[in-house]
């Protein structure tokens, strides 16, 4: 429901929609790169891409709202920001009180060691660890859950000593990507992939053969 979402943030954060507005949360498994970003560069090869991995985000969640041809849907991509350069939802938050992982922050953190440093939170899945992606929202204005049953997120990284390794690593060496790796997790990004999202944008589209 929009309004979990809604309830734990500052009214600017909020989404303008009533409190039982349904709204799905958008994830990006490790499977994605071969099963929908390649066919769709190969598909789109002769257009104009200007960053594959949004383009063939928004391509598969516009062939989700076809499948509701009588329903409004609105769909807010996780790159979006407002006039203001705010982001126009916060994934990591949206994730956390959709139940779909859980967002670890220094709050989660009993015995803070970092003093007058800034610590971001990140996410973890409970299959995935830190090997997946939020990629947007979907929203239906005209259907109201009131009955909806809010499900919490699963606390995979539960000890204080693994949540303080999580958010050290996360936020001094998140490029060596070691914080995905703090649980034992079901599957990871492959080699290709890694190497993908490890290179820099511009240069990305030589690796998916697009120059």
């Avoid at 709202?65 to 949206?94: C, G, H, M, N, W």
């Avoid at 610590?119 to 990629?135: M, Q, S, T």
């Avoid at 204005?141 to 606390?155: K, M, T």
């Avoid at 303080?164 to 599957?187: A, M, P």
Wanted: glycine share 4%; with cysteine; aromatic share 14%.
């Amino acid at each position: 429901k929009v309004g979990w979402y809604n309830a734990v943030l500052q009214p600017a954060f909020h989404l303008p929609y009533p409190d039982d507005t349904l709204a799905f949360v958008v994830l990006s498994t490790p499977s994605m790169f071969d099963k929908a970003l390649k066919p769709f560069v190969n598909k789109e090869r002769l257009k104009i891409i200007r960053d594959p991995v949004d383009q063939c985000v928004s391509h598969h969640l516009s062939r989700v709202k076809e499948k509701f041809p009588d329903q409004k849907v609105d769909i807010i991509f996780d790159y979006e920001i407002l006039p203001s350069r705010k982001p126009k939802f916060l994934a990591q938050t949206a994730a956390h009180v959709a139940g779909a992982a859980y967002y670890y922050q220094r709050k989660d953190v009993k015995l803070d060691p970092w003093g007058e440093k800034k610590i971001y939170g990140v996410c973890i899945h409970p299959k995935y660890g830190g090997w997946f992606a939020i990629r947007g929202l979907l929203l239906f204005p005209d259907i109201q859950v009131l009955f909806l049953e809010q499900s919490a997120p699963i606390d995979c990284v539960s000890t204080e000593e693994k949540r303080i390794e999580l958010l050290e690593q996360f936020n001094f060496h998140w490029r060596d990507g070691c914080y995905r790796d703090i649980i034992e997790v079901k599957e990871r990004y492959s080699e290709e992939q890694k190497v993908y999202f490890a290179t820099p944008p511009a240069e990305r589209f030589r690796l998916l053969g697009l120059t």
